[in-house]
């Protein structure tokens, strides 16, 4: 590969992550537009759904973001330009970027149906570069944080945020769950989530940020079914076994898997 496609890669998700940053800052209100949980008509707040997280959930985007920007910043120095590792996930950190602004603004329009696929190929994108970080390891501790914590932080939160924003669509347009209680889809979908929790944590042999990430939404969708004004028991209940489920699985995997490399060098996030 040429020195100039490195660099036009490295440019890409320099600027990919600044045009990330301005969708936050829309996305949150804080430049004049609608907060997320109040914008297409509240469909994502947390009395929308059974499985809402609490409105505190989503400061979990401040370590997200920050890991973008880090990461950003961190890939593009010279001694980043012909890494393979980051060649082979560059792009993918970029167009994970992009469509994180494009979801923001569908919700901002009101276009609370668009937002579905594109969050659904954030989804797929992350996993692919979440892949990529598994199948190699981190140079350094630097690389271990901004990198790979970043991309488990992000999978992880996108995995519950993606089952929120599905259910919200499906709440907004009427599904009336046929006839089943509103109580029994939280659950399953809640038991969705932790089963992708546990196959997370599988395949990247007990890394911690995603399973921390996916944990810390489904805590807040029991916070918010025990003290908002949808309560549910048993969604709540469901979402802190598999917190539980998750945590303990991945915790274990972890320490198998730290036993079996440390004699091989760093162990990701």
């Not at 890939?75 to 494009?102: E, I, K, W």
Request: proline share 4%; charged share 10%; net charge positive.
């Amino acid at each position: 590969m040429k020195l100039s496609n490195d660099r036009l890669r490295q440019t890409v998700v320099l600027v990919s992550a600044i045009l990330a940053i301005v969708g936050s800052f829309i996305g949150s209100g804080a430049a004049g537009g609608t907060p997320i949980q109040n914008a297409s008509g509240g469909a994502l707040a947390a009395d929308a759904t059974p499985i809402a997280p609490d409105g505190p959930a989503f400061g979990i985007w401040t370590p997200i973001y920050l890991g973008l920007i880090a990461y950003a910043i961190w890939q593009f120095l010279p001694a980043q330009t012909t890494d393979a590792r980051q060649r082979t996930l560059g792009y993918l950190v970029a167009a994970s970027l992009v469509l994180n602004a494009a979801w923001i603004l569908s919700i901002q329009f009101d276009l609370l149906a668009l937002s579905v696929p594109v969050i659904v190929l954030l989804l797929a994108v992350l996993i692919r570069a979440f892949q990529l970080t598994v199948a190699s390891r981190p140079k350094n501790l630097v690389e271990t944080i901004v990198a790979d914590g970043t991309i488990g932080l992000y999978l992880g939160w996108v995995s519950i945020a993606t089952a929120a924003n599905v259910t919200a669509v499906l709440v907004a347009a009427g599904f009336g769950g046929f006839g089943i209680s509103a109580d029994v889809w939280g659950v399953a979908v809640i038991a969705l989530a932790g089963l992708v929790g546990v196959l997370i944590a599988l395949s990247g042999h007990g890394r911690l940020a995603p399973s921390a990430s996916l944990c810390w939404g489904l805590a807040w969708i029991a916070v918010a079914r025990l003290t908002g004004t949808l309560l549910s028991t048993p969604a709540a209940i469901a979402a802190l076994v598999a917190v539980v489920v998750i945590l303990t699985v991945t915790v274990t995997i972890r320490i198998r898997s730290s036993s079996s490399t440390s004699t091989r060098g760093l162990v990701p996030a």
